[in-house]
């Protein structure tokens, strides 16, 4: 199975294209992506991707993606290119929590939390159970740093931030820091989900913010006035 990944979550992004063959992976390419220009390179970069490995649209067999939480732009980029090649070429769709694919990058098993940075002194953090066979039992959502605290004593907390490492750190928090996941391993873990029948149509397809968007909170607030 061929899967078309991408990731537009953060400042930068990437795409890829790997194939599965039973228990193996072969990765064909990981293109970097430059943040604040996702919309005008993703489309091209995935032409050129296809065609440096003398493909076309038609040999992919499925796309993951990665619905975040991060960039309310950069997410809806991403999805919207996705959800049209998944609907025009009627091809199995994976959305993929970024939370998690650090989780699993981390490379251990048991309880496992992963964190990013949600800007206002709020941080994202998704907590994560791994169990037989890879299964995961998983909760994600917005914490301030108090709250985080009382998680991180039960259990090891890893992200790709320098920054919030250093932030934590001068909040007496114990976080390690593990490279950046790039679309690869959203590709992963998208093939994992797509195996399991764990997928989403192309007009279900959404953006996971965890945290709702300005607007959406200046609407709410004009409804209930």
Same mark, same amino acid.
């Given at each position: 199975?061929?899967i078309l990944?991408?990731?537009?979550?953060?400042?930068?992004?990437?795409?890829?294209?790997?194939r599965?063959?039973?228990?193996? $992976? =072969?990765? !064909? $390419?990981?293109?970097? !992506?430059?943040?604040?220009?996702?919309s005008?390179?993703?489309?091209?970069?995935?032409?050129?991707?296809?065609?440096?490995?003398r493909?076309?649209k038609n +040999?992919?067999?499925?796309?993951?993606?990665?619905s975040?939480?991060?960039?309310?732009?950069?997410?809806?980029?991403g !999805?919207? %290119?996705?959800? %049209?090649?998944a $609907?025009i070429l009627?091809?199995?769709i994976?959305?993929?929590?970024?939370? $998690?694919?650090i989780?699993?990058?981390?490379?251990?098993?048991?309880?496992?939390?992963?964190?990013?940075d949600?800007g206002?002194g709020e941080?994202?953090?998704?907590?994560?159970e791994?169990g037989?066979?890879?299964?995961?039992?998983?909760t994600?959502?917005?914490?301030?740093? %108090?709250?985080?605290?009382?998680?991180?004593?039960?259990c090891p907390?890893?992200?790709?931030?320098?920054? !919030?490492?250093d932030?934590? %750190?001068?909040?007496?928090?114990?976080?390690?820091?593990?490279?950046?996941?790039?679309? +690869?391993?959203?590709?992963r873990?998208?093939?994992?989900?797509?195996r399991?029948? +764990?997928?989403?149509?192309?007009?279900?397809? +959404?953006?996971?913010?965890?945290r709702?968007?300005?607007?959406?909170?200046?609407?709410?607030?004009?409804?209930s =006035?």
């Amino acid at each position: 199975m061929l899967i078309l990944a991408v990731d537009t979550s953060g400042k930068n992004g990437s795409l890829a294209l790997v194939r599965f063959e039973g228990e193996s $992976e =072969r990765t !064909l $390419e990981v293109v970097s !992506l430059e943040g604040g220009t996702f919309s005008a390179q993703l489309v091209p970069q995935i032409s050129t991707a296809l065609s440096k490995n003398r493909l076309s649209k038609n +040999d992919i067999d499925g796309f993951a993606v990665a619905s975040g939480p991060g960039s309310f732009t950069g997410l809806r980029v991403g !999805l919207a %290119a996705f959800k %049209a090649l998944a $609907e025009i070429l009627q091809k199995p769709i994976a959305s993929v929590s970024l939370l $998690e694919v650090i989780s699993r990058a981390a490379g251990i098993g048991g309880q496992v939390i992963a964190v990013l940075d949600a800007g206002r002194g709020e941080i994202y953090v998704g907590t994560y159970e791994f169990g037989e066979q890879n299964s995961c039992n998983a909760t994600e959502e917005l914490l301030t740093i %108090a709250e985080l605290r009382a998680k991180a004593a039960a259990c090891p907390v890893f992200t790709p931030d320098q920054k !919030l490492v250093d932030m934590l %750190a001068a909040e007496d928090l114990n976080v390690t820091l593990i490279p950046q996941p790039r679309a +690869d391993a959203v590709a992963r873990l998208g093939f994992e989900k797509i195996r399991k029948g +764990d997928m989403t149509s192309p007009e279900a397809l +959404d953006a996971t913010y965890i945290r709702r968007s300005d607007a959406e909170i200046m609407q709410s607030r004009r409804i209930s =006035r």
